[in-house]
């Protein structure tokens, strides 16, 4: 790398102390890395897990709307529907982690039952309410953790993109620009000593 900076005391100061900050963020952005990956891990586990669990209570939910359906008729069951006032609210504040903020996601479910008289009503209209309103709070965790994912997944490239300019530029030319001015003064001493003992050599004569 090619150092073009004047081989001064002044300087090597500067440029020691340069290297010195540049050195001491490089070391906290890396540890900001390497916790940004663990969070990310951990969440892409969750989201996972989530997701099978989403997929799996859709369907045996909807597997239980077809077995009511065959039971009661289409017509009776969207007639039932009509009377379910279940309404439902998201409450959604902050998480901060290595300073990237995180969601909380919160699902209220307000209702007021019974909603409809139980005669002449199947029992699996009850349990279809309740497993939709399971799906609606997996869902919910779902969303809270993709949202999440792709946060720290952007975090996570910008940190790494910081960390790879410190490693590959900026360490590098501070090292460089150190080494150079050091050699330099040296040699510049080594010169001053030697014209130094010549003067004294030839003023004895």
């Given at each position: 790398m090619k150092i073009n900076i004047a081989a001064t005391k002044t300087n090597l100061l500067k440029s020691k102390k340069l290297l010195s900050l540049t050195q001491e963020g490089h070391d906290l952005l890396d540890e900001k890395r390497r916790i940004l990956i663990n969070e990310l891990t951990s969440i892409i586990h969750i989201v996972d897990r989530l997701q099978r669990e989403v997929d799996s209570a859709l369907h045996q939910a909807y597997s239980l709307v077809d077995k009511t359906v065959i039971i009661m008729g289409r017509k009776r069951l969207e007639e039932i529907s009509f009377s379910i006032d279940i309404k439902t609210g998201l409450s959604i504040s902050e998480r901060r982690v290595m300073g990237v903020s995180l969601p909380v996601i919160d699902?209220?479910?307000?209702?007021?039952?019974?909603?409809?008289?139980?005669?002449?009503?199947?029992?699996?209209?009850?349990?279809?309410?309740?497993?939709?309103?399971?799906?609606?709070?997996?869902?919910t965790q779902l969303a809270e953790k993709k949202i999440a994912l792709i946060r720290i997944a952007k975090e996570v490239q910008k940190t790494i993109r910081k960390v790879n300019a410190l490693e590959k530029i900026y360490l590098p030319f501070y090292e460089d620009s150190v080494k150079y001015i050091t050699d330099r003064l040296d040699e510049d001493s080594r010169e001053a000593f030697s014209m130094l003992k010549l003067i004294k050599e030839r003023i004895r004569k």
């Open positions: 699902m209220k479910v307000r209702e007021n039952p019974p909603y409809y008289s139980p005669h002449e009503v199947s029992f699996y209209v009850d349990e279809v309410i309740a497993r939709f309103k399971e799906v609606l709070k997996l869902i």
